[in-house]
């Protein structure tokens, strides 16, 4: 067993860790946070992949920039965590035979015995992000575009949901604040004025 074996049962056992402590965990603002540890396990075995661009973007991109905005998030809402806790029980059958479900799919895929790809040490001079964009835009180009639109989509309806109208949400009335006169919200009332003597 080699170094890079090792390094990769360390990220691989710490990203199965973290992620079963993204489900597991009560707190919303913990599981925020053993999320961003399962991204950054995640870039790790991507630099051993050799993918060093995919790896950087997964740490800038979501634990720099999403997770962040997660977080906010879920700090902002003040879940109520016992409304949470309802339902537990009554959907757990189901989200046990999904999970063993995709556990299924993933050993199969796994120990599939067909033809294996080996992995190849590239050369020095080798960009995976110059391979990486070649195939985004020849061979990849519709579904990188139809992932675009779905995303935007998805931007959208966040969106719509967020401004929906609630009962105590305060806001400004524009219309009103310009029509106001300075007689409406002033009153100039004269006083005598006091001397010390």
Same mark, same amino acid.
Request: aromatic share 10%; no cysteine; hydrophobic share 60%.
């Given at each position: 067993?080699?170094?890079?074996?090792?390094?990769?049962y360390?990220?691989?056992?710490?990203?199965?860790?973290?992620?079963?402590?993204?489900?597991?965990?009560?707190?919303?603002?913990?599981?925020?946070?053993?999320?961003?540890?399962?991204?950054?396990?995640?870039?790790?075995?991507?630099?051993?992949?050799?993918?060093?661009?995919?790896?950087?973007?997964?740490?800038?991109?979501?634990?720099?920039?999403?997770?962040?905005?997660? %977080?906010? $998030?879920? *700090?902002?809402?003040? =879940?109520? !965590?016992?409304?949470? +806790?309802i339902?537990?029980? /009554?959907?757990?059958? &189901?989200?046990?035979?999904?999970?063993?479900?995709?556990?299924?799919?993933?050993?199969?895929?796994?120990?599939?015995?067909?033809?294996?790809?080996?992995?190849?040490v590239?050369?020095?001079?080798?960009?995976n992000?110059?391979?990486?964009?070649?195939?985004?835009?020849?061979?990849?180009?519709?579904?990188?575009?139809?992932?675009?639109?779905? %995303?935007? $989509?998805? *931007?959208?309806?966040? =969106?719509? !949901?967020?401004?929906? +109208?609630?009962?105590?949400? /305060?806001?400004?009335? &524009?219309?009103?604040?310009?029509?106001?006169?300075?007689?409406?919200?002033?009153?100039?009332?004269?006083?005598?004025?006091?001397?010390?003597?």
């Open positions: 067993m080699n170094f890079e074996t090792i390094v990769f360390f990220f691989a056992a710490l990203m199965i860790m973290a992620a079963l402590r993204v489900i597991t965990a009560s707190n919303p603002v913990h599981a925020v946070l053993f999320l961003v540890l399962t991204f950054i396990s995640a870039s790790g075995i991507w630099m051993l992949l050799e993918a060093e661009f995919l790896a950087i973007t997964l740490v800038l991109v979501y634990v720099g920039a999403v997770m962040v905005l997660f %977080l906010f $998030v879920v *700090m902002m809402l003040d =879940i109520d !965590l016992s409304k949470l +806790r339902g537990y029980m /009554k959907w757990l059958p &189901i989200g046990l035979g999904v999970a063993g479900l995709l556990a299924f799919e993933m050993i199969s895929v796994l120990g599939y015995t067909g033809s294996h790809k080996t992995l190849t590239h050369a020095a001079d080798y960009s992000t110059k391979e990486l964009g070649r195939l985004i835009y020849t061979d990849y180009v519709y579904p990188f575009e139809i992932a675009a639109v779905l %995303l935007l $989509v998805a *931007m959208v309806a966040a =969106i719509a !949901l967020t401004m929906r +109208r609630r009962k105590d949400a /305060k806001s400004q009335v &524009i219309p009103d604040q310009i029509k106001v006169k300075k007689a409406d919200r002033l009153r100039i009332v004269k006083m005598q004025a006091e001397t010390k003597e």
